[in-house]
């Protein structure tokens, strides 16, 4: 794949979510490489807004263009990777809802497993909104329905990040994470 395009899809996406009053950019990085598998071309953007008290629901999502092109040169999908949040003002806390790896044409859905790092970076923006926005802690749920071996893959995602995971040897299936924000 050529690296100036890369490159080029890339801007215009940065571009779009800067001229989105919605929207506000929060880590990006373009460093063509074909050094597969390592995702060196994304940016990570949220609808998160402080001035919104009524609304407690929000996202980071982020975007790659590899992998993410069809045969015209344009992106398949508008985002890879989204991690909803829910976010308490009054205590300080967010509870992580969705924690989403979504496949342009069905290939990123597996990046992060090996070592694309799409919801790293996802997780690793929440952690600094918190931060930003003075937030003391951040939780979540891995609920039986992701099965053993996706508690495995995704509790090493978050460990890797320092979340706490912790399981109950009673069910398996199970985990809860949190990390503790400081000031």
């Known amino acids: 794949m050529d690296s100036a395009l890369l490159s080029k899809v890339l801007t215009d996406r940065i571009k779009g979510i800067r001229e989105n009053p919605a929207l506000q950019a929060l880590a990006q990085l373009d460093e063509p490489s074909s050094n597969e598998p390592r995702v060196m071309q994304y940016v990570a953007y949220t609808d998160f807004t402080t001035a919104e008290s009524k609304r407690q629901t929000a996202s980071i999502y982020v975007f790659t263009p590899y992998m993410n092109l069809d045969a015209h040169q344009h992106p398949i999908v508008e985002y890879q990777t989204q991690l909803m ?22 290939k990123l859905a597996f990046f992060d497993y090996q070592n694309h790092g799409l ?16 937030f003391h802690n951040i939780d979540g749920v891995v609920s039986s329905f992701d099965g053993h071996d996706d508690l495995l ?11 706490t995971v912790q399981t109950n040897p009673e069910n398996p299936h199970v985990g809860e994470y949190s990390y503790g924000l400081s000031a």
């Open 85 to 106: 949040f829910h976010f308490d003002p009054w205590t300080k806390s967010i509870h992580v809802s969705v924690l989403e790896t979504l496949g342009a044409a069905s």
């Open 119 to 134: 919801a790293t970076v996802a997780l690793q923006a929440l952690i600094g909104l918190g931060r930003k926005n003075g």
């Open 153 to 163: 893959r995704i509790s090493d995602v978050l460990q890797r990040v320092g979340f």
